[in-house]
């Protein structure tokens, strides 16, 4: 599975941007002058607000992709580079979501390719990172359940009060993204959202789990149109 935005030129990819950019402007401008004349100024600031949250995927990713900040190990998994020996990993936003879910599948169907691209990304970092066993991971998800993440190899902690603030600055970016990813509209809970963590070394210990059930949800997938046709 490929990231149909990154498989375009770098003048295909400025112009979906462009649009992008435009499109929220005028929406989000009207939206505002029609509040404003309304005198409803507090829900015009919410609406910038919201519009911000749910735009700034699309521009930060690229952006952070091309600076090298942002590194892709699948189209639905990403790190951030290693800072002090930790490296935060993070399954797909709103923008890969949008370009990489296929509209055809539906909520089942979808959630098992976010997981198992969650699971190939992991592999290949684990083959990047192999030699260097010291690295913790951490990473939040509502996608992942406890039971799954724990045979993985990692830990659920805490969420700390900074990441429930931004967690909850970003709600109406994650409604979409679980909207997309359940295919219908999926109110999410924030207090369920997990933060979890993992030595790499305890990944490298479940790694066989972690390959059978990559395999496993992978060949769901190649599958999924059979019974169709």
Do not use: C, W
């Amino acid at each position: 599975m490929k990231h149909s935005f990154y498989t375009k030129s770098k003048k295909e990819q400025n112009q979906i941007l462009i649009k992008i950019g435009i499109g929220t402007f005028v929406i989000v401008l009207t939206l505002i002058l029609v509040l404003v004349f309304l005198e409803l100024y507090s829900l015009s600031f919410l609406i910038l607000v919201i519009s911000l949250s749910m735009v700034a995927p699309f521009f930060d990713v690229p952006f952070l992709k091309r600076s090298g900040k942002l590194i892709y190990y699948s189209p639905l998994f990403i790190t951030e580079k290693p800072k002090g020996g930790i490296l935060k990993i993070h399954g797909g936003t709103l923008f890969d979501y949008y370009f990489v879910i296929e509209k055809s599948m539906n909520g089942k169907q979808r959630t098992n390719f976010i997981i198992q691209q969650y699971l190939e990304g992991l592999l290949a970092l684990m083959e990047t990172y192999k030699v260097d066993s010291t690295i913790k991971l951490v990473g939040t998800s509502y996608i992942l359940n406890t039971r799954t993440a724990e045979k993985m190899g990692f830990k659920i902690v805490k969420t700390d009060l900074f990441q429930k603030f931004i967690l909850a600055y970003n709600y109406f970016n994650i409604l979409i993204s679980n909207s997309i990813a359940k295919d219908k509209l999926s109110f999410p809970n924030i207090n369920e959202t997990k933060t979890f963590e993992a030595e790499f070394s305890d990944l490298l210990a479940h790694k066989e789990y972690i390959e059978k059930l990559n395999h496993k949800l992978a060949y769901k997938m190649s599958n999924k149109g059979k019974s169709h046709a």
